[in-house]
Every structure is written in structure tokens, then in C-alpha cells.
């Protein structure tokens, strides 16, 4: 039987990546310290005995027993205002938590996989973004320690990889939504989607033009799973290229619940990047993935847990 370790799993996508990892009969061991996650994301999963749960901070070495297969290195804070509020947790996880996780699976001869991200690239100069684009980052900036911890944690895959002969993925994902995404997380998926329910407006930061592509959770954990089980070791970007504007995005939000919200605008974060579209060539080409999931599909199904999560009574 295949045994594979994620850390961050009680969090929105390590979560659902337990699930995947099940669905595929490998045994899980989750790792989570709980800062962002929780508990709840998991519960359907603690009475099985392929699951095991512990409750550990990952910047703390730690030991398994038995045979591991697969490391899959998911914890980080990811929300924006979570890594601006933790800040020093951000880079202690991307450094510390990807040197541990890299011994434990220099160790345990395990495949590594880091869930990296697009703000690798900053606030891009090329659009779309290609792997081989090397970014755009304030190191100084706020969200400096988001961007350069994942940055080094990259480099340190890398250094595993070449050093120690470490079997390594990287996988830069771009924006993902789905079910067991906090309501407060503070992301705009999130965020809009529960002001249109509740009714109040929707915050629009800056003049709302910067663009994102919104990627669904199953289609992302799909090309994660083909990651894994590929023999790809350059970072691939997983997202969906579908790009619109945040003003746009508002707009489908409103129209999707039939809210009668109106939008007010807010100072837009520091060094908060104005496009972002994943180029997915290398996704297509080496893994023969591309999402399938509309932004329809996907945001309807996100919304209708927002509503069970928020709204039971209205739904009896
Ligand atoms: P999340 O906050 O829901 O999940 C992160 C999980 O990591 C949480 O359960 C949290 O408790 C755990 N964690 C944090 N620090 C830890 C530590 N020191 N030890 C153990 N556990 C710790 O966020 P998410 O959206 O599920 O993101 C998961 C991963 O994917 C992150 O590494 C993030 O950087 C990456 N990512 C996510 C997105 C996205 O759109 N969701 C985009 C790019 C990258
Ligand atoms: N955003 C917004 N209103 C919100 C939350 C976010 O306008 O309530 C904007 C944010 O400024 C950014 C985009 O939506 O331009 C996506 O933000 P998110 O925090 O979801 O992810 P990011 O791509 O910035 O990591």
C-alpha cells in the first residue's frame, strides 16, 4: 500500500488532497498545526484506518514511523491577510517546514511534492505567466514574506533534488476556490460570496481592473495527482486560464446568488499584483491536463456550501 504524508491537510486544499489520496487507496498521514485550518475539513475522515491525524507545527522536526512514499508539503498560511497577520510563521514554514519535510523524505526515500504558488512571480511583467518567467517581487514589501518564503522553498526542493538526489515536483498553483475555503479567509472568492448572501456590499479593492483566473478545487487537485505520479521535476503551473477582472468577478458573484448588492471600493494592498493568468502549456503538454470545470459549475457548488454552512435554516 502506497503511504503518503500531507502537511496543511486540514486546511482548504490539503484537505481535499487527503480526499483524492484516499479516493486512490494510498494510507494518509496528515500533518497540521491547525493555525488556518481545521478540524472540521477533516472529521469525515478520522474514523478510517488508512487516516491518521497529528497535530504538529511543522517547523519542529518530527518523525514517522514506518514507510512513507510520498511527502506532499502543503502548510503555509495562504490567505493574504493570514500571512500578513503571520508573518514570521510564513517564512518559518516556507524555510524551516521545507527543510524538515526534505529530511523526513531524504529519510524515508520519498517522492516530494511543494505546493508553490503564482506569487512566485510577483506583480508580473509578462503575461501570461510561463514557468520560466523568473518574477517580479518585492522582497522588502508585506507580502515579501509569502512570495520569498515559497521562492526559497523552491530553491531548497531544488538543492534536495540535486544534492541528495531527492525525488522532487514543484507545482505553482494559481488562484483555487472551492467548498472549505474559510468565509473569512479575507479572498475574494470567499469574501464576495458572503457578502452577496448576507446582503451587504461587496469590497472591491482599488478600482477593481487587476485580473485573476480562478481555478476549482477538484480540477486543481486532478493535476496535482497527475503531478505526483509524473516524472515531471520542473515547477508546473496548475490554474485555469480563464481571466477577468475583480470588478468582473463581482459582477458573476451578484448574479449567480440573484443579490442586490452594490460594490463599495476599498484601498487596494500593498504590492498586490494587476494580472495574473497561468500559462498552462507545460500542464497540457507533460501531464495532458487543462481544467474542465466552468467558472459556473465550480462557483455554484462553492456557493451552495456557503449557504449550508451559513444559511441552514433558509434551506429547511
Ligand atoms: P489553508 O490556510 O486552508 O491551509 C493551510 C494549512 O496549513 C492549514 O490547515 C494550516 O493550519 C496549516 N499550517 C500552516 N502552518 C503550519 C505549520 N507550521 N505546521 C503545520 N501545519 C501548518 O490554505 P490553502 O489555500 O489550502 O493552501 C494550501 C497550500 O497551497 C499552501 O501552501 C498555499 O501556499 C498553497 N497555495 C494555495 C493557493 C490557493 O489558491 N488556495 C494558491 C497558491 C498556493
Ligand atoms: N480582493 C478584493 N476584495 C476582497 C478581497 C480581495 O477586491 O474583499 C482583490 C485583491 O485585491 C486581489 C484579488 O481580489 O486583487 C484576489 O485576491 P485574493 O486575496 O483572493 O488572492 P491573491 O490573488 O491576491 O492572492
Known amino acids: 500500500m502506497i503511504t503518503s504524508l500531507v502537511t496543511g491537510g486540514a486546511g482548504f486544499l490539503g484537505s481535499h488532497l487527503c ?11 496528515c500533518v497540521d498545526n491547525l493555525l488556518t485550518g481545521n478540524k472540521n475539513n477533516i472529521a469525515h475522515l478520522f474514523d478510517r484506518d488508512d487516516f491518521t491525524f497529528l497535530e ?9 514511523d514506518g514507510p512513507l512514499d510520498n511527502v506532499l508539503h502543503f502548510a503555509s498560511p495562504a ?8 508573518p514570521i510563521q510564513t517564512l518559518k514554514v516556507g524555510s524551516l517546514g521545507t527543510h524538515n519535510t526534505l529530511g523526513l523524505a531524504m529519510a524515508k526515500r520519498a517522492r516530494y511534492l511543494l505546493a508553490s504558488t503564482s506569487e512566485v512571480y510577483g506583480d508580473p511583467l509578462v503575461h501570461p505567466q510561463p514557468e520560466s518567467y523568473w518574477g517580479n517581487v518585492n522582497p522588502v514589501g508585506p507580502r515579501g514574506v509569502y512570495d520569498e518564503a515559497k521562492r526559497f522553498a523552491e530553491a531548497m526542493v531544488m538543492a534536495y533534488h540535486r544534492v541528495h538526489a531527492v525525488d522532487t515536483r514543484i507545482v505553482r498553483i494559481f488562484n483555487t476556490y472551492g467548498p472549505r475555503m474559510r468565509p473569512h479567509d479575507g479572498r475574494v472568492v470567499p469574501a464576495f460570496i458572503d457578502q ?5 456590499p461587496l469590497t472591491v479593492f482599488g478600482d477593481g481592473l487587476q485580473t485573476r ?7 486543481l487537485v486532478e493535476g496535482i495527482f497527475r503531478l505526483l505520479i509524473s516524472e515531471v521535476t520542473d515547477p508546473v503551473n496548475i490554474g485555469n486560464p480563464h481571466e477577468m477582472t475583480v470588478l468582473e468577478f463581482a459582477e458573476k458573484i451578484t448574479e449567480l446568488i440573484d443579490s442586490d448588492s452594490e460594490v463599495v471600493f476599498k484601498p487596494l494592498p500593498i504590492d498586490d499584483p494587476k494580472t495574473r493568468q497561468p500559462d498552462i502549456s507545460n500542464a497540457r503538454r507533460q501531464l495532458e491536463w487543462e481544467p474542465i470545470v466552468s467558472l459556473e459549475e465550480g462557483l455554484t457548488k462553492t456557493i451552495e456550501y456557503f449557504r449550508e454552512l451559513f444559511l441552514p435554516s433558509e434551506r429547511k
Not at 19 to 29: I, N, W
Not at 213 to 219: E, T, Y
Open 19 to 29: 480526499d483524492r489520496l484516499l479516493k486512490e487507496s494510498h494510507r494518509v498521514v
Open 56 to 64: 504538529h507545527d511543522v517547523t519542529r522536526p518530527f518523525e514517522i
Open 79 to 86: 490567505s493574504p491577510i493570514d500571512y500578513l497577520e503571520l
Open 196 to 200: 452577496a448572501l448576507r446582503g451587504e
Open 213 to 219: 483566473s480562478f481555478c476549482f478545487v477538484d480540477d
